[in-house]
């Protein structure tokens, strides 16, 4: 405890701080948020190491080795492809200068510490982290449905004799119909843009 209010102390902690909306464009993850193809920024934490840029498309992670080192190592998960879980918020105690919000992303836990003053700009980025892990698992499950429901639906298809249709036609029938029922379901379960839930639980 002690070398920990030292660190603070003499402001060795990597204690990060919520950027402001006005200065997202001064940060380096700005950089790399594809602004072009309509990805927008909605929160962005910033240590003296590491900074993370929540977009509606993605979680941009500028990592730093260290304080002291300008080597940065780009990090970027796609919603789309990126799963976040376990979403949790340590709050500050009475002595404590940090508050923390953790979770998993791709199978990676993160776990970043936030001064305490931006207690309620963090609570709002839980709340929005919370609800996208509840959608992205429940639309993983619905998608399961949605394929092992093809599968039973080809098995049955397989069976049926059909006249006037060689084998041959029945194949490229049913994987046609394969095709465009699976790119329908990942468009319908696997999101892209998270934009309008970070629009209701952030505050702009």
């Given amino acids: 405890m002690l070398k920990k209010l030292a660190s603070d102390a003499l402001g060795l902690s990597d204690i990060g701080i919520v950027v402001p909306k006005e200065e997202f ?9 594809m602004h072009e ?8 934490i910033k240590t003296k190491s590491d900074e993370y840029c929540f977009t509606n498309q993605a979680l941009i992670h500028v990592d730093g080795d260290s304080a002291l080192s300008k080597k940065r190592l780009l990090k ?4 789309e492809h990126s799963t976040i ?4 918020l340590e709050t500050a105690g009475t002595i404590d200068l940090d508050i923390e919000i953790k979770f998993t992303i791709d199978n990676i836990p993160m776990s970043i510490d936030i001064h305490k003053k931006f207690d309620t700009e963090i609570k709002d980025l839980y709340k929005a982290l919370h609800a996208i892990s509840v959608e992205m ?6 998608l399961e449905i949605a394929q092992n ?4 639906a ?20 049913i994987t046609r119909f394969a095709n465009d029922w699976v790119l329908k ?13 970070f629009e209701l639980y952030i505050n702009r």
Avoid: C, H, W
Wanted: net charge negative; charged share 35%; aromatic share 14%.
């Fill in 25 to 33: 464009d001064k940060t380096e993850s700005d950089d790399f948020v």
């Fill in 37 to 44: 193809s309509g990805e927008v920024v909605y929160f962005l």
């Fill in 76 to 79: 970027r998960y796609d919603y």
């Fill in 85 to 88: 879980s376990d979403v949790m």
């Fill in 137 to 142: 698992i429940r639309n993983k499950k619905n």
């Fill in 149 to 152: 429901s093809l599968s039973y």
């Fill in 154 to 173: 080809a098995q049955s298809i397989g069976k049926v004799e059909a006249k006037d249709v060689t084998p041959a036609q029945s194949f490229e029938q």
């Fill in 185 to 197: 379901s990942k468009e319908q379960y696997l999101r892209k843009d998270y934009g309008d839930l």
